[in-house]
Every structure is written in structure tokens, then in C-alpha cells.
């Protein structure tokens, strides 16, 4: 069964440095989000994209986060200068949009700020 | 708005005992989409289900159940003689049109099952 793809599994980055956090949607998909998870909170949502643009984001995507499809395959999360408080598990997920509402979940790549 | 409320934080039981963990959401929708992922220690998301806002026929698979009530604005998932490995966090959620079919997440129910 196809499945959601993301790399790493785990990072730890220095404060104020830059991390890309890389997911590989399910080939057919066509929207794709991001989620953050702290550790010990519930999983809430960052943003959604669809036809190379952003459909929507939470308030919580900020300046220092961006998105990008650099290519057929893939879909990156970019956070420019790391905070501690970024330090949290990022999911990403993709639906088809036939399935409506249904989002298929990445395992998940945790981020650890120091 | 959209929201999800999972009013039990943390549940512990007995194994083989039955639990039942709840979830209320709001939605001013006709059509959403209702979902309960298990996250286990270690950290992924494990889809068990989803529901649609036009069926509300209970469903049973194995020893989980869920029983969707519109009229309470409920969604409860039932495990029934409940084992060790079902040790986890457990997490209702809510997909809407006005939500633009992102996910919203309850808090969670972190369920503990001693032997």
C-alpha cells in the first residue's frame, strides 16, 4: 500500500539554525499539509498547499516557516532560524481529494532544538 | 468553528477490561468527516477510522467499536476486552468544508492497560 515518506526520522539542529524537514506524498496525491505536534500536546495544524501555492495556514506558520514542491515528488517544510520552541514531532500528510477529507499521515520527522 | 473535545485526559484499566473514550465536536457543517488515530510511544499516527456526517451506522472491527451519535455530537470508540498493546495515546478528529478538509485534533486520551 502506498504510504507517506518523510525524512529525517529524527534532527537536532542549534538554535537559530536553518532545518528542512523532506516528506514524499503518494504519487497521485494533490494536497499536502503540515502538522506539528509538542511533545505532549495534540497534533495542530501548520498549513495546507495545493497547485504549487499555499490553500491555507494556521497562525502558528509564521515568517520563519515556508513550504515548497522543488519537484515532482517531494514537499518540504523550511524553518529559517530555529527556535526552542520549534522543537516538536512535524507530520506531514497528502489526500487525493477524491477521498475527501481523508489525509493519509507521514511517520512523522521529530526536531529537537538546543 | 471547528472543534474537538476529548474530555478524558487519561484512562487506566485492568487488561481484558472495557473502556470507552469519548469525543464531542462541533462543526456547523452538513458534511465532515470524523477520525480516531492511535499514537503509540513510538510516535506515529495509526489511522483506525473514519466516518462520514451522512453514516451513522456503528461500526465494529475486532474488539473496536464506534458509536456515532449526531444528535450529541459525538463519536466514542469502544475497546472491548482491552490488552496491554493497546496502551497509547488515542485521538478523535474532525475534517470539515469551512475547515477546508484540514485535520483538527481533539487533546487526546492517553490510555494505560496494566496486566
Known amino acids: 500500500e502506498p504510504e507517506v515518506t518523510q525524512t529525517p526520522s529524527h534532527q537536532v539542529t542549534q538554535m537559530g539554525q536553518e532545518v528542512i524537514l523532506r516528506c514524499v506524498p503518494i504519487s497521485n496525491h494533490l494536497y499536502f499539509y503540515w502538522y506539528r505536534q509538542i511533545l505532549g500536546q495534540k497534533v495542530e495544524f501548520l498549513v495546507s498547499f495545493y497547485n504549487n501555492e499555499i490553500s ?59 | 468553528a471547528q472543534k474537538v473535545t476529548q474530555a478524558q485526559t487519561e484512562i487506566s484499566v485492568v487488561e481484558k477490561e472495557d473502556v470507552t473514550l469519548d469525543c464531542v465536536y462541533e462543526t456547523r457543517d452538513t458534511t465532515y468527516y470524523l477520525f ?65 478538509f484540514k485535520t483538527i485534533f481533539g487533546a487526546g486520551t492517553r490510555l494505560f492497560v496494566k496486566a
Open chain 2, 36 to 100: 480516531w488515530y492511535k499514537q503509540p510511544p513510538s510516535g506515529e499516527l495509526v489511522f483506525l477510522i473514519r466516518r462520514n456526517s451522512f453514516d451513522e451506522q456503528n461500526e465494529i472491527s475486532g474488539r473496536y467499536s464506534w458509536n456515532f451519535q449526531k444528535s450529541t455530537s459525538s463519536f466514542n470508540f469502544t475497546i472491548t476486552a482491552s490488552q496491554v498493546v493497546d496502551s497509547a495515546v488515542y485521538f478523535c478528529a474532525l475534517s470539515d468544508v469551512t475547515g477546508g
Open chain 1, 56 to 114: 491555507e495556514k494556521s497562525e502558528i506558520f509564521d515568517d520563519q516557516f515556508s513550504v515548497e514542491r522543488p519537484d515532482g515528488s517531494n514537499f518540504t517544510l523550511k524553518i529559517r532560524s530555529t527556535k526552542l520552541e520549534d522543537s516538536a514531532m512535524y507530520f506531514c500528510a497528502s489526500s487525493d481529494g477524491t477521498s475527501v477529507g481523508t489525509q493519509y499521515f507521514g511517520p512523522g520527522t521529530r526536531l529537537l532544538v538546543l
